[in-house]
């Protein structure tokens, strides 16, 4: 069964879900082994582990991808993943969702904020305008083959 059937199941439900975030494929399977149903790969989770500072952008998508694959592939749940602001314009969303569903997984969020961001919970961060955001999630959808 693909991933994103796994997560659409699990959603069906109606039960809470509760995500975890995840940096590394240990966290991962250490939430897999206590009962979380999936987890989510997190650019604050990866930024703080690395560079031990909250996640303000310094993060890429290339490091993203790589600690995304090596968790896929550690788990046997759905992994949801940050897809930040789509690293960038419209076609870094459509780049960034390509690059995800290589991998399966499961969903992508994407912030609502504007490019470059910052920390959600930091002070000075600005909201995308709403025809910004339908764009990307136009572009997203569209990017996506499966």
């Not at 975030?21 to 703080?48: D, T, Y």
């Not at 994407?110 to 990307?136: H, N, T, W």
Request: hydrophobic share 40%.
């Amino acid at each position: 069964m693909k991933q994103t059937d796994k997560l659409k199941q699990i959603m069906q439900s109606k039960l809470p879900l509760i995500v975890p975030g995840v940096h590394n494929p240990i966290s991962a399977q250490v939430a897999e082994r206590v009962g979380f149903k999936s987890v989510f790969v997190s650019g604050h989770c990866l930024s703080a582990a690395t560079l031990g500072r909250p996640d303000v952008g310094i993060t890429t998508l290339t490091e993203m991808i790589d600690v995304t694959r090596y968790i896929v592939n550690a788990v046997k749940i759905p992994v949801l993943v940050d897809g930040d602001t789509g690293y960038g314009g419209l076609i870094n969303v459509r780049h960034t969702v390509q690059e995800y569903e290589s991998l399966k997984v499961a969903g992508i969020q994407f912030e609502d904020q504007v490019f470059p961001k910052r920390c959600g919970y930091l002070e000075g961060g600005s909201l995308a305008p709403v025809i910004e955001m339908q764009r990307r999630v136009a572009v997203a959808a569209e990017a996506k083959i499966n």
